[in-house]
Structures are given as C-alpha cells and as structure tokens.
C-alpha cells in the first residue's frame, strides 16, 4: 500500500522558500571562497586569468553578497 502525506500549499511554500535561502546561502560561501583565494592568486596565476593585481584586490574586498 502507497501512503501518502497530506502537505498543505502553505507547507510547500515554506519549503521552497527555505530551499531559496539555503541556495543563497550556499552561493554566498562559494563566492567568499573564491574571493578569498583570489586575493591569494600570485602574480602568474593573475596573468594566466587576465586580471591585475589591483583588479584582484578590489574584488576581493567585495562583500560575499555583491557580485
């Protein structure tokens, strides 16, 4: 026998929009990341990426919720 769930549209909104926070939340830390490491890059690995010292660091300085 298949049971089921009743789950209300309420219920289901709040799901969905739990899941939307918990991505943005995720995109957040992955963007933070990869500032931080940028600000880590050497000269060479900038050169390789086509970006400046001064272009690393100001992006790097950009809080993790800019983009």
Same mark, same amino acid.
């Given at each position: 026998m298949i049971r089921?769930?009743?789950?209300?549209?309420?219920?289901?909104? %709040?799901?969905?929009? %739990?899941?939307?926070?918990?991505?943005? %939340?995720?995109?957040?830390?992955?963007?933070a990341e990869q500032r931080h490491h940028l600000n880590d890059l050497d000269s060479h690995? %900038?050169?390789?990426?086509?970006?400046?010292r001064q272009a690393a660091k100001a992006e790097a300085r950009k809080p993790f919720f800019w983009t």
């Open positions: 089921t769930i009743p789950i209300t549209i309420r219920e289901f909104d %709040l799901a969905k929009g %739990l899941m939307d926070v918990a991505k943005t %939340l995720y995109r957040w830390q992955i963007r690995a %900038l050169d390789d990426i086509g970006l400046t």
